[in-house]
């Protein structure tokens, strides 16, 4: 195991001893009206995070919680680090790239300074709505990988995340937390705001959008077209062996490795339409009508495919 992959380890493994020492009331706190957890962010860490200085070869994934950010992030990691070995200058990124939390607004108030040393490429994960990114994100044309995920999944799979892991809020009822979710009441905020705050750069030219469903269905296209977005000018070998690499059987079984006891907890089940195991007639009709509120005649709504993926 690299050293980084131990630090990222630690700092799980912290985050849930101290979430599981914390009353309820204390395990989230709200910033500039967004609710985050209390053992991995603060308000000082946001303030911190307002200098960040974003690069232009940078490596960005946006996903709103659940959608399956970790297992593109180690898409995206494996692909870099994959294009790295073309290239004598990079250090080596098993030690280096990932010696950070991955995502950008977890960590402690230094994190950006010692970020600033990192060799690039670097690969940033964040939960973040585009407003509240550092403004040198946009500003430098650094590159985002946009992830999105039919809500009714996001919602079924937060809610078994939330039960497992101790930094967030636990729901006794799946109707407690259906409550929450559709009010925007969750960590990083709602998931509607979300998607419709992000729509509003689907058309940036250093954005690219892609779903969690598409990468289901056939992920070899997927991971090429995400290595051809970023430029990373990989051999059909090369992405070959990201695609195996990255199912979802492969990563489940190195999940000890890469994320320690958290693993469990993250890749449950990772497939589709898991939503109809917990949804009732009731809990569809208020989804599809929000979504239709919300979402109906965006693009990003549309690329959700909602009919084929969200109708009972």
């Not at 980084?4 to 309820?24: E, H, N, T, V």
């Not at 009331?25 to 303030?47: H, N, Q, R, W």
């Not at 607004?105 to 585009?130: C, F, N, W």
């Not at 985002?144 to 009822?173: C, E, G, Q």
Request: proline residues 4%.
């Amino acid at each position: 195991m690299s050293k980084s992959r131990r630090k990222f380890i630690s700092f799980i493994d912290k985050a849930m001893a101290d979430g599981a020492q914390l009353p309820p009331e204390e395990l989230m706190f709200s910033y500039k009206g967004i609710l985050y957890p209390a053992t991995v962010c603060s308000p000082d860490i946001f303030k911190a995070l307002e200098s960040f200085e974003a690069r232009s070869d940078d490596v960005f994934l946006a996903g709103y919680p659940k959608s399956g950010t970790n297992w593109v992030g180690q898409i995206l990691t494996d692909l870099v680090t994959s294009s790295a070995k073309y290239n004598e200058d990079t250090n080596s990124l098993d030690d280096e790239e990932l010696e950070e939390f991955p995502y950008l607004e977890v960590g402690d108030t230094e994190k950006y300074q010692r970020m600033a040393k990192l060799p690039s490429r670097r690969v940033i994960l964040t939960h973040l709505l585009p407003q509240n990114l550092p403004a040198s994100v946009f500003k430098n044309k650094a590159k985002i990988l946009l992830l999105i995920r039919n809500p009714k999944d996001v919602a079924t799979s937060f809610y078994h995340f939330s039960n497992d892991l101790s930094p967030l809020p636990s729901y006794k009822t799946w109707d407690e937390f259906f409550s929450a979710f559709m009010s925007g009441e969750m960590p990083w905020g709602s998931y509607f705001d979300y998607v419709f705050e992000w729509n509003k750069h689907v058309d940036d030219r250093n954005v690219m959008t892609i779903t969690y469903e598409a990468l289901k269905e056939n992920r070899a296209l997927g991971v090429k077209q995400i290595s051809e977005f970023f430029e990373l000018h990989l051999s059909e070998e090369d992405i070959q062996g990201v695609v195996d690499r990255s199912s979802f059987q492969a990563m489940k079984e190195n999940s000890e490795k890469t994320h320690g006891t958290f693993g469990n907890v993250l890749f449950r089940k990772g497939g589709v339409s898991d939503w109809k195991n917990l949804f009732i007639e009731d809990h569809n009709q208020k989804m599809d009508m929000t979504f239709e509120e919300r979402l109906g005649g965006t693009k990003l709504g549309e690329m959700l495919k909602y009919g084929k993926y969200c109708k009972a």
